[in-house]
């Protein structure tokens, strides 16, 4: 029956005398992930040295950041990092169709799913921009708490990356990639099409509020440091205008100033029939202005939406501080808005 019905979308989204495109939230194709990832004393490494890079950047922005050389006492032992590889979750490459483009996502499913279940889903968007912070195999071990919590995640990288076609623009056309990954959430097997759930980090959490204003429907959201207020930004950091957006936004240069509004969470957020919404932001972050989070938080209290928010004092961006607290917050805030029997 699965075979046939696939069959059947690949026809309706074949036009008369041209080439078959993928119709929207569809699923393309499905490929293992490769199974390699770091020794422990490799990703601590990494971890450590990532934040350090961090700690210096923040300084020139006049934002202290706790030292690095502390996570080693924070982040998971040997035995938990070690454990949560023993028990991963299945992971593959997606591709689906989104604007007659064919777009990658990575799906993590718990490896303990019965047959027949049907699991929730969490439709997770990336920070970052092109290659930089995409979603990848090793990203396994960040899902363990998602999926140990019985979940499904559809990680997504946007239109352009990992053999996807297109170029993503960063708020504009790809937020139907968004749009569609929920759609294709509702058609995985196994997932539970009442239970569809959106998280979002950094530029992932600008993606989460447009998606919201274009029309997602999902039970509850999570938007974790995330960026809500673009001319701000633009003003803190110029050098993401030239190196990231001003690549990627079309027609930037002749209409930057409505082109960072509209993608502003800050200006609209008051107009949306928003789901249940968590915000979670670090007091030392210096990729985003904590205010961001704020704005956002008064401007859904003043419309009496629901919402919960937390700040982490002196935590930075990712909040990798208080990373235990970070996850079960996330997980909490979903069990608490799914639909039952």
Sequence with gaps: MGRLLFALFLLLALPVGGEARPADGVLIDRQPCSTEQPSYDAWLATQVKNESEEVQAAAKLGVIAPPAAGLTEILPTRAEYEAALATAAKCELLFYGSDGLKVAAYLWTPPAARAGARLPVIVMLRGGNRDFSKFAPNSQRRMHAFTSAGFIVLGVQYRGVDGGEGKEEFGGGDVHDVLNAVELARRLPGADPRNIFL?????????????????????????????????????????????????????????????????????????????????????????VDPDESLQIARKLQARGRPYALHVFENDVHRLPWNWRERDRLVIDWFHKHMQRE
Excluded: C
Excluded at 212 to 222: F, I, M, P
Excluded at 238 to 251: E, G, K, M, S
């Design 199 to 287: 998280w979002g980090e950094s530029r992932g959490g600008m993606m989460l509020y447009l998606a919201l204003r274009d029309g997602a429907k999902v039970n509850a959201a999570a938007a974790l440091y995330a960026l809500a207020d673009l001319p701000h930004e633009a003003e803190r950091r110029p050098d993401i205008v030239q190196n990231v957006w001003a690549q990627l936004i079309p027609d930037f240069a002749e209409h930057s100033e409505q082109a960072l509004r509209s993608r502003s969470a800050v200006g609209f957020i008051d107009n949306v029939e928003t789901p249940p919404i968590l915000i979670l932001q670090g007091s030392a972050d210096w990729r």
